[in-house]
């Protein structure tokens, strides 16, 4: 009799052991799906504030990317930062951006536009960054980078 319950308990321990190892196995799973939705989001939302946050209240130019294509071609190296409580802008910049909508606590979109060399300044180089607060640090979620032309047809 004594050896069986020997037996027993062996069982027991080894499938207590195979269920830990299942549970754990399960646990990771589930934290690794909800970090990859919270990246998937914050994408998402990142990629929203580019193509449809509207800065200006001008319906026909949405989007950070189409707020910045619609500017007047300025020569001078111009930047703005703006979040959903402050704008920040270099000093004679032709325009002031509003601030982004209150779902979009965290984010932050700077544009910078520099002469793109070699051109004589009549091409510039706009690059927009959309940038998300997280308790480890800013990251930079979605970058984008355009040209602006001051340079007609004939």
Partial sequence: MKRQEGFV??????????LGIVAASYFTAQATA??????????SNALTIAQSENLSGDEQYPGIIGYVHKQ??????????VTTSNVSTSPG???????????????????TAS????????IQKITVVIAHSRPEGTV?????????TNITRS
């Fill in 9 to 18: 308990l062996i069982e027991m321990v080894l499938a207590v052991f195979i």
């Fill in 34 to 43: 909800f970090k990859g939705s919270y990246y998937i989001k914050e994408k």
């Fill in 72 to 81: 007047p071609y300025n020569a001078a190296p111009w930047w703005f930062g």
């Fill in 93 to 111: 910049l032709s325009f002031t951006p509003a601030v982004l909508a209150a779902g979009y606590a965290g984010f932050t979109v700077n544009v």
């Fill in 115 to 122: 002469a793109l060399e070699g051109f004589n300044s009549d």
């Fill in 140 to 148: 930079d979620v979605v970058s984008y980078l355009g040209y602006s």
